[in-house]
């Protein structure tokens, strides 16, 4: 698994590195393929992996292709894939790096928070191996009515993280900080344990969760005591969030 997963970041970057010059030959096997009919994991992870440098190419062409194919009927996996992509742009995210994986922070995120330098010595904790393969992460405002607290998109490698408005109370921040680093985990988790329906599976989101714990009392030896309501806190989000999706 993790040899392919470099052998796709290697064609992405060759891909990239030729310019526009390979921007008739994409569009061209992009043309090809009907994103209504695609069912299979690979030809989803094809297209994914051709609109992704498609958009790093070029932003436009990438829009036209985006704008012309979320128009028409495709499956809700190729939907989500192909609206990750789009809704990078630079003008909108600061961006850095940790190691092979770009970091794209929210332009509307209070800088103060320094976001991108929590989650870069979050992902310090992590084993490299686990981290082979994902492509960016995304760090994005809590929004009024948060549906999650982060997602891992399998299709393209790509995981984004909700960083939580900030509390009134000291105490207060520091737990939401631990969610979100526990949120972090938990999503390196699906990668790590090659998810493919990332949030559906019951089962997968245990073992997950297993993972990101793990990783926690890596990052925080002494702070067993905050695990109990962490966990509490992490059971209460996840059945709060199914009810709401019942009664939607």
Known sequence: MQDDMRRRLVAHKNLVGFGNAVLPAIEHELARIDLGKVSHHEITTLVAGLATALHDINEDASRRYMSASLARPITPLMR??????????????????VGGIIVLEHGKLDSRFEASRHVGRWLANVPEADLVGISRIYIIPEPPEPEFA???????????????????HRIGNVVRRFMIEKTLYHEVGHHALQHVE?????????????????????????????????????????????KDLETA
């Not at 989500?80 to 003008?91: E, G, K, P, Q």
């Open 198 to 242: 990332s949030g559906q599976d019951p089962d997968q989101e245990r073992q997950a969760d297993r993972y990101a714990w793990k990783m926690m009392r890596k990052a925080h030896p002494n702070l067993s005591m905050l695990t109990l309501p962490l966990r509490f806190l992490g059971a209460f989000q996840r059945r709060k969030n199914a």
């Open 150 to 168: 982060g997602t891992y998109l399998q299709a393209v490698s790509v995981i984004e993280i909700v960083w939580r408005r900030p509390s009134e």
């Open 80 to 97: 989500a894939a192909l609206r990750s992509i789009v809704r990078f742009t630079m003008d909108d995210w600061r961006r850095s790096s």
